[in-house]
């Protein structure tokens, strides 16, 4: 049964610091960090094509929220999914493999950036249409609930998105079957090149909720601690059967839309905003509380060191691996037909 | 009934694979007719869903893409409209972009053609923009023999499918063989044999074929009438064994002519098959106009009988000796 009303979901005060839980997400939150890095830098000097949507800034959501998951939870993403897609522990080798284009990428270099997929960790893709993953997370979650087990979908997606129809649609199908679903609302304050507010009546996401009947929470998306507590309350309740969950995590890109874009539209945040939220950093705030916490600054160190040499292997790993067949372009628009009777490849 | 071997379908479907189940307005109570006593005997897998066709279809999309077999009814083909994202952007395409890493073996279904009186928004032929999107077989059986097969066929696909259920032949009827009865998809069915002149029809259209073709025998003309009834994959060895035997081709869809499948028909065979060819082919489609209301103005947009006829006739003046 939904909810009633929008009850707001306290954020935990951590009176203390859960070491290993922090060290966990902070894992998850360098391994984003780190990919990001190279990636930009790659970007930068010509060796990647196409569009890359950097989500440096943000780790805080995609780390925190995907610890508190199971690797056979399901997940979708959005356009800006490399956080999203590392955070749920995908292998970095194989992310950057298709953002070289390669056969060895985790989509044989057919999608690119903004089509990583592991169906093996849940992660049924980002995706490059804005909305597009709400109503897929949605049945990914109606499937689990109707199969009998207890996984949950997280769907993350942006403040743009939740003004499409299908962030509608979606909360209301979820509410009306209480289906084991969280939906994650990036709000980093931005769509593209427009404020969030100019485009979204009351300037906020999750006071939607309500209409649907269901609770929701607004979370400082930078507090990596706070998010794993509001995601963890939110995706035990749908794991228990009791519906879903909107969270609205307000955040900020430490980059612009995408790469390349700040030539076409110049830098449109002022650097009073990017300067209060760069203060923010939520990877220095999580090693700041870590340390306070009694976790010692060679452990973190040595975490980052071998996270960022990881990612330069995946960099070695990219550049090394064959381009694609060029028979590939043909194949995959139709599975095999396993069970079914004929049903001609075409 | 063509409407009740769907209901067979579904049924038989059901009860052989836990993981299909059917999703859409009113399926309980069955509106469109497809989905008669199901929902008594499978609780819970028949499931009315609010009128939200994007995210019915997206959760279609995600329940395939997680181990269900998820049948999505839109009610009727203008409605798919509404969904376009999902159909265009994601089902059809996830596969691909991912590298082969997921599939989607989710079935919609929607009513498709003029039922008659119901104008513009309810009358649509959608299949040529489907096919084109990519990635999604497209199904328009005829008899309720194709409509039993196919439909089982097509929830077994581990593909995207839409089947669609032509507004003209849901209460046709016609024999459908006992026990497990499966339609191998991509394969045509030579709706009656023929000499002369091979004439494609699609949907309605592959029966008033006959009826015309049965108005040619009496005149001197011997017709073969194809139904290709699986658009895409679509049986083309079929069309160009035909036009090599009578060397005449007309082609009959309910839908504008303007990028119509009809007319990709003739454009493949004049490519591929043009050798065999002893005339021009012949596309009879609606004109690029929507579909009026009053049955005056309806009757002429749509190809009736008497056209089909008059262009064979015309076509085949020229046959010497009959």
């Known amino acids: 049964m939904p909810n009633d009303g929008a009850a707001e979901v306290d954020t935990v005060a951590r009176d203390g610091v859960d070491i290993e839980l922090g060290l966990e997400i902070l894992r998850r939150m360098l391994r984003i960090r780190r990919f990001e890095e190279r990636v930009e830098a790659l970007h930068g000097s010509g060796e990647l094509l196409g569009a890359v949507h950097l989500y440096v800034g943000q780790e805080g959501v995609a780390g925190a929220v995907c610890a508190a998951l199971r690797d056979d939870d399901f997940i979708t993403s959005n356009h800006r999914g490399h956080g999203h897609v590392v955070g749920k522990g995908g292998e970095l080798s194989r992310c950057m493999a298709e953002l070289f284009a390669r056969s060895t990428g985790y989509c044989g270099g057919k999608g690119g950036s903004m089509h990583l997929a592991d169906m093996s960790l849940g992660i049924i893709g980002a995706n490059g249409i804005v909305g597009a993953g709400i109503p897929i997370a949605t049945g990914a979650a109606l499937s689990s609930s109707m199969r009998g087990t207890d996984q949950v979908s997280v769907c993350f997606f942006g403040d743009g998105a939740a003004n499409e129809g299908s962030f509608h649609e979606s909360l209301n199908l979820a509410a009306i079957w209480s289906l084991p679903v969280v939906y994650v609302c990036e709000n980093n304050g931005w769509g593209e090149a427009t404020r969030m507010e100019v485009v979204t009546a009351r300037g906020a996401i999750a006071p939607r909720a309500e209409a649907y009947g269901i609770p929701s929470a607004t979370v400082d998306g930078n507090d990596a601690l706070a998010v794993h507590a509001v995601a963890s309350t939110a995706i035990a309740r749908a794991r228990a059967g009791e519906g879903p969950t909107l969270i609205e995590a307000m955040t900020r890109r430490m980059h612009e839309h995408s790469q390349g874009s700040e030539m076409i539209l110049g830098?449109?945040?002022?650097?009073?905003?990017?300067?209060?939220?760069?203060?923010?950093?939520?990877?220095?705030?999580?090693?700041?509380?870590?340390?306070?916490?009694?976790?010692?600054?060679s452990e973190l160190d040595a975490l980052d060191e071998s996270i960022t040499a990881e990612a330069h292997a995946a960099v070695e790993f990219a550049r090394s691996s064959p381009h694609p067949d060029p028979a590939s372009a043909f194949t995959d628009v139709w599975a095999d037909d396993a069970d079914a009777t004929g049903g001609a490849a075409s | 009934?063509?409407?009740?071997?769907?209901?067979?379908?579904?049924?038989?479907?059901?009860?052989?694979?836990?993981?299909?189940?059917?999703?859409?307005?009113?399926?309980?109570?069955?509106?469109?007719?497809?989905?008669?006593?199901?929902?008594?005997?499978?609780?819970?897998?028949?499931?009315?869903?609010?009128?939200?066709?994007?995210?019915?279809?997206?959760?279609?999309?995600?329940?395939?893409?997680?181990?269900?077999?998820?049948?999505?009814?839109?009610?009727?083909?203008?409605?798919?409209?509404?969904?376009?994202?999902?159909?265009?952007?994601?089902?059809?395409?996830?596969?691909?972009?991912?590298?082969?890493?997921?599939?989607?073996?989710?079935?919609?279904?929607?009513?498709?053609?003029?039922?008659?009186?119901?104008?513009?928004?309810?009358?649509?032929?959608?299949?040529?923009?489907?096919?084109?999107?990519?990635?999604?077989k497209v199904l328009l059986p005829t008899t309720p023999a194709d409509a039993k097969g196919m439909l089982k066929s097509a929830i077994r696909d581990p593909n995207p499918v839409l089947f669609l259920v032509h507004s003209g032949v849901g209460a046709i009827r016609g024999e459908v063989p006992d026990g497990e009865h499966l339609v191998p998809l991509g394969s045509a069915r030579i709706a009656r044999e023929g000499e002369d002149v091979t004439v494609v029809g699609l949907g309605v259209m592959v029966h008033r074929a006959v009826s015309a073709a049965e108005q040619l025998e009496a005149e001197g003309t011997s017709v073969e009438v194809i139904d290709p009834r699986s658009?895409?994959?679509?049986?083309?060895?079929?069309?160009?064994?035909?036009?090599?035997?009578?060397?005449?081709?007309?082609?009959?869809?309910?839908?504008?002519?303007?990028?119509?499948?009809?007319?990709?028909?003739?454009?493949?065979?004049?490519?591929?098959?043009?050798?065999?060819?002893?005339?021009?082919?012949?596309?009879?489609?609606?004109?690029?106009?929507?579909?009026?209301?009053?049955?005056?103005?309806?009757?002429?947009?749509?190809?009736?009988?008497?056209?089909?006829?008059?262009?064979?006739?015309?076509?085949?003046?020229?046959?010497?000796?009959r």
């Open chain 2, 231 to 321: 658009l895409h994959p679509l049986d083309y060895d079929t069309i160009f064994a035909s036009v090599e035997k009578t060397g005449r081709l007309v082609v009959v869809d309910e839908a504008r002519r303007s990028c119509s499948l009809g007319s990709e028909i003739v454009a493949r065979v004049a490519v591929e098959a043009f050798g065999s060819l002893k005339a021009p082919p012949r596309l009879i489609a609606n004109p690029d106009v929507h579909v009026p209301f009053a049955p005056e103005l309806e009757r002429q947009v749509i190809p009736q009988v008497e056209d089909i006829a008059e262009s064979i006739r015309s076509l085949t003046a020229a046959v010497a000796g």
């Open chain 1, 267 to 297: 830098r449109m945040r002022p650097d009073e905003e990017l300067d209060l939220w760069r203060a923010r950093d939520p990877i220095a705030a999580l090693r700041s509380k870590l340390a306070g916490a009694g976790a010692e600054a």
């Open chain 2, 1 to 136: 009934m063509v409407t009740k071997a769907i209901t067979a379908a579904l049924d038989e479907e059901l009860a052989r694979d836990e993981r299909v189940f059917v999703m859409g307005v009113d399926v309980e109570a069955a509106l469109m007719g497809r989905t008669s006593g199901l929902a008594t005997k499978y609780p819970g897998r028949i499931r009315n869903t609010p009128i939200s066709e994007h995210a019915t279809l997206g959760a279609g999309v995600g329940a395939a893409a997680t181990g269900m077999r998820p049948v999505v009814d839109l009610m009727m083909s203008n409605f798919l409209y509404v969904a376009f994202d999902q159909l265009a952007n994601n089902a059809g395409k996830l596969r691909y972009m991912m590298g082969g890493s997921l599939s989607c073996p989710l079935t919609i279904m929607v009513s498709t053609g003029a039922p008659g009186g119901m104008a513009a928004q309810h009358s649509d032929s959608p299949y040529a923009q489907v096919i084109n999107l990519g990635g999604i």
